[in-house]
């Protein structure tokens, strides 16, 4: 059991001790996917939803649950954040929205959690202000992208690139 970091030697679960570790630059993207009918996709691009602007909201959302993720996920580490971004990637032909997360912090540890779990609830937040008009939304390919500091070093998703450019990103 020892592989597993949130277990002790006798398989319960504990928050890891990071009291020892040394602050470092630590940085964190996620990414995701949420697909639409045509008619919901067309609605978010011109604001025509009733609920008002879905993509500035669920950025805020996003935002806001990356700084809470240690209250939603056990075992997290309550953390002070120091950037958050969230973007969205609109794919007319596809009908869907990719979302990705990027969080960054000077810490003892990551922050791939708060990255994944901004991803998550934008996502959802596109489903709630548009499940009146679509409720066949499918949310999709949450993962994490690449993350870098701390013990592990760097990792980087063998299939990064969702070949769109920072300035394409609403």
Not at 47 to 56: A, F, I, P
Not at 143 to 158: A, N, Q
Request: charged share 25%; proline share 2%; aromatic share 4%.
């Amino acid at each position: 059991m020892s592989d597993f970091t949130h277990m002790d030697d006798k398989g319960h679960a504990r928050m890891v001790d990071i009291s020892a570790k040394s602050s470092t630059e630590r940085k964190a993207q996620a990414r995701g996917k949420i697909s639409m009918t045509a008619d919901t996709f067309e609605k978010i691009m011109t604001n025509g939803m009733r609920k008002g602007n879905v993509l500035e909201t669920a950025r805020i959302a996003g935002i806001m649950a990356a700084k809470k993720t240690w209250e939603l996920i056990p075992l997290c580490h309550p953390i002070q954040i120091s950037h958050v971004q969230v973007n969205f990637y609109p794919d007319a032909e596809a009908h869907s929205i990719d979302i990705t997360a990027s969080v960054k912090i000077n810490d003892r540890t990551g922050v791939e959690m708060e990255a994944l779990t901004a991803v998550s609830v934008a996502a959802l937040t596109i489903y709630d202000m548009c499940k009146s008009h679509d409720r066949g939304m499918t949310i999709s390919d949450i993962c994490l992208v690449e993350k870098s500091g701390g013990k592990s070093g760097v990792y980087v998703r063998p299939e990064n690139s969702h070949g769109l450019s920072e300035s394409e990103a609403r």
